[in-house]
Each structure stands twice: as C-alpha cells, then as structure tokens.
C-alpha cells in the first residue's frame, strides 16, 4: 500500500508544470574542508605570534563536522583590533563568540588580560596577566601558567566570583593538513585550561593546528561549567580557516 501512495503522488506531481525528473540516486555532499594527511617528521619551533591572532589579523573561518565538512554555509569572521580596555593592547574576537583581550611583554610572551563572554554576562580579569604564549616552544614542550581571576557581571553589578585560572600548552607534533587555504605541515598544540572559583569551575581543551608565520589553520575544542557541582553548559566544536593567508601586517611579531 505504501508503493502505491508514492507512486500515485508522484503522477499526480508529473502532471503539474513542474520538473518531474526521477530521482538519480546521488547524495549531495559538502566537501572537505579539514583533513589530517600524515604525522610529519620535519618538526618546527613555534612562536607565540603563531599562536595568537595578531593586532590587526582579519581572519575568518567555518564550523566543520567530525569528517571535516561544513556544517552550514555560515562564516565566523574574527577582526582582531587595538584597543586599551582592561590594560590589553588588542582585542581577539573568539570563534564561539567571546573576546580576548591580550598582551605582548617586552620578551615576547602574549598573556590574557581579560575575557568578556557576552552570551554569560560576564567579565573575567586575570591579575597578573595569564601568559598564552611564550616567546616560543618546541616540540615536546610544556609550558604551564597560572594567575588569580575574577569574574564580574558585563552590567556593572560588581564581582559575580573569583578563583584562579590555570592554562597548559604542550606542543605535541609535527603534522600535515589540508584547508581551504591549501596544505600545510602544521605543529599541533594543545591546551588546557582550568578556572577554579568559588563557586563555579570551568575547563576547556583546545588543539591549534598551526603552519609557521600563518597561524592556526583549524582549531578543535571542548569546554564545560558547572556551578556549585551542577553541570551547566558543554560546548564542542571545530573550525577551519577560510580567509587568504595573512600578510606581514597580520600578525605581531615576538620582539627581539
């Protein structure tokens, strides 16, 4: 009986002025857009101006699925730009909608003065500056930081908690990607990211894939909060680039 209906309505479409062109059988499916190639044998340092957007960086990028296409034809554009605010030197748009505001030190580490993250009205300051990146690491490295973090309301409420945020980075290995961009042997870094408050905790992972004098080509990552033990939000996701490759203006360079 269920033949039948089909075969009925699709006559019945046949003699509307309508395409009636039977079905070919071919899925339409997004292309690749992130794909891992090969582990690399050709490892390279990484500076910390890879790692961090840098002051003026026009960047933009699209949400891929676990197999490395697009999930949507929606683009994520990150325009990092100068500003003082919280004693930062420029402002980072985040893929998932927060916005950091960093730093270059003198020795060229870049540290994470604060984080506005509007889809929770809050306002996190880190006394002294969380060290993102040092000047530069190597392959097997770790580099581990730590500063005391307050968390205030966006609406000027005053403090909403406090605690102490503590970052790791480890540059694992060297590894060939292929982007919109094109190919690249990339080192991939990964990070961890804890915030111990008094009330709330918060974790996220992060893996960088990052080709030498570009950037991060793709990003990955996983984060949840919990307040007072109760699970309040998980987010996932990956990302790859689609802008064209920075010029020189694009990125701050380590000072010497």
Known sequence: MMNVRINVRFILLCALPIS????????????????????SSSPFAVDAADQIAGMDANWAWKMVDANGRAKDDSVIESLAISTRSYGGMWMIPMIDGERE?????????????????????????????????????HIGEIFASS???????????????RGIGERTTRIVRAENVRTPLGEFQTMR??????????????????????AAGIGPVAEEWQGKVTVMGIPIS??????????PIPTAQDKTAPLE
């Open 234 to 243: 998980n987010d996932a996701g990956t990302a790859v680039r689609i802008s």
């Open 101 to 137: 505001f960093v730093s270059l030190a003198n020795n060229g580490d870049i540290s994470l003065v604060a984080v506005e993250a509007p889809n929770d009205q809050a306002i996190s300051i880190f006394t002294p500056p969380l060290v993102l990146a040092p000047r530069q690491m």
């Open 189 to 210: 870094v990964e990070t961890k990211f804890e915030a111990l408050l008094r009330f709330a905790r918060a974790q996220r992972s992060t893996t960088l894939w990052i």
């Open 20 to 39: 009636c062109a039977a079905p070919s059988g071919k899925v339409q499916t997004a292309p690749i857009l992130f794909e891992i190639l090969s582990t």
């Open 147 to 161: 500063s005391s973090m307050r968390v205030d309301w966006m609406d000027d409420r005053g403090e909403r908690d």
